[in-house]
């Protein structure tokens, strides 16, 4: 099992900053894509950045040029460097860990809100 514990939301203004860190834990051998997804309020869960072990890097077009996500595979954490917040960008964002052992698993954190205002 593998546990993920993602920290760093909060509340902003639009065009403000902010930084979600997500740390894995447990049984992390085999872990190889990390990423961020997001669900608002009466919408589908959807992908906002993801990052493979060796730093290959996928973003979703509304984040392109203003989110970053970055990983440090000796503290097995994720980052997403969130810049020029917009309010669309307000929602839950999930933590994903991708693990490839014998099988494929898939793990979630709990989620940490985001809130942008105008």
């Known amino acids: 099992q593998v546990q993920l514990v993602e920290s760093g939301g909060g509340s902003v203004q639009t065009g403000g900053s902010l930084r979600l860190s997500c740390a894995a834990s447990g049984s992390i051998f085999g872990i190889n894509t990390m990423g961020w997804y997001r669900q608002a309020p009466g919408k589908e869960r959807e992908l906002v950045a993801t990052i493979g072990r060796r730093g290959s890097t996928n973003y979703a077009d509304s984040v392109k040029g203003r989110f970053t996500i970055s990983r440090d595979n000796a503290k097995n954490t994720v980052y997403l460097q969130m810049n020029s917040l917009k309010p669309e960008d307000a929602a839950v964002y999930y933590c994903?860990?991708?693990?490839?052992?014998?099988?494929?698993?898939?793990?979630w954190g709990q989620g940490t809100q985001v809130t942008v205002s105008s």
């Open positions: 994903n860990a991708r693990q490839s052992l014998l099988s494929t698993y898939e793990y």
